[in-house]
């Protein structure tokens, strides 16, 4: 087995790329090592110290790291974490279903909502997927949209820029009802 890696916008997290699929449709945070227990796979690389998040997508696991740690220093455990885990034949995670993603919403601005989705799901997560992330919508209130930042993109010097620059003018260009966009913590 072979596993590629790519670098981040964000210097703290790298991307893994195992050559195959690491979740049927989805994506999974685990921003913690608590957080892990429906994960196998998450549990072996937090057991890889001085990890501080895992993050997977359909085909790739992005992993961040402490500031104090050099990924010269874990990046060989991690990968070693990663090929054992799929040549132990587990899935990914147990039980649990991967997320699909977006807040529900309901109420008035309910079709608004709809294309603010639809334009995420269609230019944005396809190529914040590229860098080892993801973006969820969280939430519309009063013009203002309220995004859920998740592996590469959560913590990434770049990501207000994203936010402001990117998504903020593409969702405002089509819907006029958007003014602006803000992160959010979960």
């Known amino acids: 087995m072979f ?5 981040t916008p964000n210097p703290a997290t790298l991307k893994f790329l195992p050559g195959q699929a690491v979740l049927e449709a989805g994506t ?3 921003p913690a090592p608590d957080t892990a227990g429906s994960s196998p796979l998450a549990r072996r690389i937090f057991a890889v ?12 696991v992005t992993v961040t790291k402490i500031d104090a740690v050099e990924w010269d220093h874990i990046k060989p455990a991690i990968l070693g974490a990663i ?9 990914a995670i147990t039980g649990a279903e991967a997320q699909a993603g977006h807040a529900e919403h309901d109420g008035p601005d309910a079709e608004i909502v709809t294309q603010i989705k639809q334009l995420l799901d269609t230019r944005v997560r396809p190529a914040v997927a ?7 919508f969280h939430g519309f209130d009063r013009g203002v949209v309220y995004l859920h930042m998740q592996g590469a993109c959560a913590g990434c010097p770049s990501s207000t820029l994203t936010l402001k620059m ?9 819907i006029p009802e ?9």
């Open 178 to 186: 958007v003014i602006e966009v803000r992160p959010v913590a979960e």
């Open 83 to 91: 090929m054992e885990h799929f040549q132990s034949g587990q899935p």
């Open 166 to 174: 990117g998504i903020e003018n593409l969702l405002r260009h089509y």
């Open 49 to 60: 110290d001085g990890v501080r998040g895992v993050f997977f997508g359909t085909d790739f």
């Open 3 to 7: 596993i590629q890696t790519e670098s």
């Open 28 to 30: 999974a945070d685990f």
């Open 130 to 136: 590229q860098d080892g992330g993801d973006i969820t």
